[in-house]
T-cell receptor, first 109, second 114 residues
């Protein structure tokens, strides 16, 4: 059975802090690792990672994949209150996406 | 461009009543289709996925079922709802197995079983 575990489950930080969210996976026939941000309803796509060691960046967000150790991290620098959300990672195969438990991030003033 | 429609947005149903949630995708062919359920503030639990018409894989034993009567239509059903079926249901699609792409989500259905 495929499994994706995220840590921490929840996190409260002050605006301006840097946070690191973790995602470990055990996915048979793994092809990709995806990160999403969910604020109210539908999750919005952040990154898709398929190769080890290659960092992807988008503004203050970045992510990297380690296929040997089977994990990924999502970094957010200079956090803002608008970063408050549930962050989801998912392990993908050719036919399905298995999501983790999510990390709830709250950024306070 | 591709779009995904999911309805209804909210639903309140009594225990023991039937359920039918529908999801349709436009602008693509032969997508992989998914139904997820999300408890409040938690991750997405994969319920069913489908790689083609009539092909349904179930991840979690429960009183829900899924069907794919057409290439871009995915339906989640139940004959008799339980209180534990309450939650936020999301439909999603990805391109077929030859391409690594992100998943695109519908806006979700918030189901409350009373």
């Amino acid at each position: 059975e495929d499994k994706v575990v995220q840590s921490p489950l929840s996190l409260v930080v002050h605006e301006g802090d840097t946070v690191t969210l973790n995602c470990s996976y055990e996915v048979t026939n793994f092809r990709s690792l995806l990160w999403y941000k969910q604020e109210k309803k539908a999750p919005t796509f952040l990154f898709m990672l398929t190769s080890s060691g290659i960092e992807k960046k988008s503004g203050r967000l970045s992510s990297i994949l380690d296929k040997k150790e089977l994990f990924s991290i999502l970094n957010i620098t200079a956090t803002q209150t608008g970063d408050s959300a549930v962050y989801l990672c998912a392990g993908g195969t050719a036919s399905k996406l298995t999501f983790g438990t999510g990390t709830r991030l709250q950024v306070t003033l | 461009s591709q779009t995904i429609h999911q309805w209804p947005a909210t639903l309140v149903q009594p225990v023991g009543s039937p359920l039918s949630l529908e999801c349709t995708v436009e602008g693509t062919s032969n997508p992989n289709l998914y139904w997820y359920r999300q408890a409040a503030g938690r991750g997405l639990q994969l319920l069913f996925y489908s790689v083609g018409i009539g092909q349904i894989s179930s991840e979690v034993p429960q009183n829900l079922s899924a069907s794919r009567p057409q290439d871009r239509q995915f339906i989640l059903s139940s004959k008799k709802l339980l209180l534990s079926d309450s939650g936020f249901y999301l439909c999603a699609w990805t391109l077929g197995p030859s391409v690594n792409t992100e998943a695109f989500f519908g806006q979700g259905t918030r189901l409350t079983v009373v």
